[in-house]
Nanobody, 112 residues
Framework: EVQLVESGGGLVQPGGSLRLSCTAS????????MNWVRQAPGKGLEWVSD????????NYRDSVKGRFTISRDNAKNTLYLLMNNLKPEDTAVYYC?????RGQGTQVTVSS
């Protein structure tokens, strides 16, 4: 059974940073591309970033380019999202995703 467990969210001021983690189990993590997606209050699910199995190819939505960095440690079955210069519009529940399977999410709130 695929399991994805996110952590690292919290309340941060605009301009601050957070690092999200996602621990994966139930599948061969190093074989699969992984994604971060988010859902803001009252809005639909939005793709944020993805990374290939080897970790050397990444993609980002335009609004987070230059601020967010996705990475992975295949030895630890863990996916990361480093978020710098956070903005109020980044407020959302963040999920790591394997195709359409998501974890329970971690709340990120950016507010002064």
């Amino acid at each position: 059974e695929v399991q994805l467990v996110e952590s690292g969210g919290g309340l941060v001021q605009p301009g601050g940073s957070l690092r999200l983690s996602c621990t994966a189990s139930g599948f061969i993590f190093s074989n699969y591309a992984m994604n971060w997606v988010r859902q803001a209050p009252g809005k639909g699910l939005e793709w944020v970033s993805d990374i290939n199995p080897g970790g050397d190819t990444t993609n980002y939505r335009d609004s987070v380019k230059g601020r967010f960095t996705i990475s992975r440690d295949n030895a630890k079955n863990t996916l990361y999202l480093l978020m710098n210069n956070l903005k109020p519009e980044d407020t959302a529940v963040y999920y790591c995703a394997l195709s359409t399977t998501r974890g329970q999410g971690t709340q990120v709130t950016v507010s002064s």
